[in-house]
């Protein structure tokens, strides 16, 4: 018999910004969390009903618009909680509606019901996440990493061929290429990563290949 894998996902690119918006569920419970939904909410809610979830919650990784601008729309539809990023992002949440309207975006500025730290798990369903603070593209960035299956959710850290950038306010280069190397790193060459923007790919793939953070470049 063919067993179910404990997790699934599914990606939604939303926002003009096509930032991908993960649906993970918990194949044991049923139970799902979309993480970063940052718009397009009748395209997410068919996502869930077309996979026959119950959405238990919200995972943020970070305050910028196109991640978490409908986060609090969305969570008062479902009647669920929102969880994350690190608050340090209460700088960007503050924003949302303003940068709502620079983007083209519905924002809505919100209070997370749980600030995720350094270390702090994350549940849905059976599941559960690691998190990590990864500071540099927003101060209060978190990456959501499950073990078990080898797969982390990285928002916009670290991406294909690329990083985040660190050029908006409270942004940190150092900050960042700290970030990859001791939390992301660690968590394995074969652990494939969901990045905020693009295409996945594979820690061990990204160092040996990556223009700003790969081994050769940081050996240097």
């Known amino acids: 018999a063919m067993t179910m894998p ?28 979309f993480v970063d939904p940052g718009g397009d909410l009748p395209r997410l809610k068919a996502a869930a009903a077309q996979a026959g979830v119950e959405v238990e919650k919200i995972l943020l990784t970070h305050g910028h618009i196109d991640h978490c601008g409908q986060a609090a729309i ?18 960007w949440i503050a924003r949302l509606e303003d940068d709502g309207r620079t983007y083209g ?8 019901n ?29 990456v959501f990493h499950h073990a078990p299956s080898k797969l982390a959710i990285v928002g916009d850290v670290l991406f294909q061929g690329s990083i985040g950038r660190t050029d908006f306010p409270m942004g940190n280069h150092a900050d960042l290429l700290a970030a990859i190397r001791t939390k992301l790193w660690p968590m394995g060459d074969d652990t494939a990563f969901i990045p905020g923007h693009g295409p996945m790919s594979t820690f061990g793939h990204e160092r040996k290949t990556n223009p700003f953070v790969g081994d050769a470049v940081l050996r240097s």
Do not use: M
């Not at 479902?78 to 209460?90: K, N, T």
């Not at 994350?122 to 990590?132: E, S, Y």
């Open 74 to 91: 969305l969570a008062e539809e479902l009647g669920v909680p929102i969880e994350g990023p690190h608050e340090a992002d209460r700088y």
């Open 114 to 142: 749980r600030w995720l730290h350094d270390g702090d798990t994350a549940t849905v369903g059976d599941l559960v996440f690691d998190v990590a603070h990864c500071p540099g593209h927003t101060p209060g960035h978190v």
């Open 105 to 112: 975006i519905r924002g809505k500025v919100f209070e997370s």
């Open 6 to 33: 404990p997790l699934k996902a599914a990606i939604v690119p939303v926002t003009p910004l096509q930032q991908n918006c993960t649906l993970l569920w918990c194949t044991a419970t049923n139970k799902a969390a």
